[in-house]
């Protein structure tokens, strides 16, 4: 069995599905550490890996292999020292000390995402074995044979990332998700997002994924710095 997980505001929504993507499941956890270990390889849109000063090389090009109109949507990963920030202002300053960089509000917004994903991956081995770095966008750029034309909380965004999911996982398959998450809190393109991050997961499995930066990289805990697609 694999994954792809994607933050919400109170945990990770999980669409578990087997390696060919058949028989797709939602669930939530609360935390990263609550994931079923029976997973073999699972996707997580979080940054895993950083810098101590500098952005990172995967950030980089996952925003120009994602080009226009998505680009943005990779947002700047924090420096390690940034990590425990108790507010943007704490966050920006500690930032600042490391390479004189600020940190954006959509960054500090999933700091603390960061920051369990991070402790989890250092403290755990099976989920240094197991999780791998992976963007939605850049995901469903690969998927459709180019970046999404509309933003993913648009109407039309919402049709074109649907029609994906459906010709793929199959049709009823994410209403079923969306039914087993009723009463969780979790956004439309929170779930589309973590079936986005699962086909990328298979992709990873099958040895047909490509890597961002192709020649790897590690940070100083010795954790990989990779954008998987």
Same mark, same amino acid.
């Given at each position: *069995?694999?994954?792809?997980? /994607?933050?919400?505001?109170?945990?990770?929504?999980?669409?578990?599905?087997?390696?060919?993507?058949?028989?797709? #499941?939602?669930?939530?956890?609360?935390?990263?550490?609550?994931?079923? +270990?029976?997973?073999?390889?699972?996707?997580?849109?979080?940054?895993? &890996?950083?810098?101590?000063? &500098? !952005?990172?090389? @995967?950030?980089?090009?996952?925003?120009?292999?994602? $080009?226009?109109?998505?680009?943005?949507?990779?947002? !700047?990963? !924090?420096?390690?020292?940034?990590?425990?920030?108790?507010?943007?202002?704490? @966050?920006?300053?500690?930032?600042? +000390?490391?390479?004189?960089?600020? *940190?954006? *509000?959509?960054t500090f917004a999933i700091?603390?995402?960061?920051?369990?994903?991070?402790?989890?991956?250092?403290?755990?081995?099976?989920?240094?074995?197991?999780?791998?770095?992976?963007?939605?966008?850049?995901?469903?750029?690969?998927?459709?044979?180019?970046? *999404?034309?509309? $933003?993913?909380?648009?109407?039309? &965004?919402?049709?074109?990332?649907?029609?994906?999911?459906? %010709?793929?996982?199959?049709?009823?398959?994410?209403?079923? %998700?969306?039914?087993?998450? +009723?009463?969780?809190?979790?956004?439309?393109?929170?779930?589309? /997002? %973590?079936?986005a991050v699962a086909w990328?997961?298979?992709?990873?499995? =099958? $040895?047909? =994924?490509?890597?961002?930066? !192709? &020649?790897?990289?590690?940070?100083? #805990?010795?954790?990989?710095?990779?954008?998987?697609?």
């Amino acid at each position: *069995m694999i994954a792809g997980i /994607d933050g919400t505001v109170n945990g990770w929504v999980v669409i578990v599905c087997e390696t060919d993507l058949d028989n797709a #499941e939602a669930l939530h956890v609360s935390r990263l550490s609550d994931l079923p +270990r029976k997973l073999k390889i699972a996707g997580v849109d979080v940054p895993i &890996g950083l810098s101590e000063e &500098g !952005p990172r090389e @995967a950030d980089r090009l996952a925003r120009k292999a994602l $080009g226009e109109p998505r680009r943005r949507s990779v947002f !700047p990963s !924090p420096v390690r020292s940034a990590l425990g920030a108790r507010s943007w202002k704490d @966050a920006c300053a500690r930032s600042e +000390r490391a390479d004189g960089r600020r *940190m954006s *509000m959509q960054t500090f917004a999933i700091l603390h995402k960061i920051a369990e994903a991070d402790e989890f991956v250092r403290t755990d081995p099976w989920a240094r074995r197991v999780l791998r770095e992976v963007h939605p966008e850049l995901s469903f750029a690969r998927w459709a044979g180019g970046p *999404m034309r509309f $933003g993913k909380k648009s109407v039309a &965004g919402r049709e074109e990332r649907l029609a994906l999911i459906a %010709a793929t996982f199959g049709r009823g398959v994410f209403d079923e %998700a969306r039914r087993a998450l +009723r009463g969780r809190r979790v956004a439309f393109d929170d779930v589309a /997002d %973590a079936f986005a991050v699962a086909w990328t997961t298979a992709r990873i499995h =099958a $040895g047909v =994924a490509e890597r961002f930066p !192709p &020649g790897g990289a590690v940070d100083a #805990e010795g954790l990989p710095m990779h954008i998987w697609a």
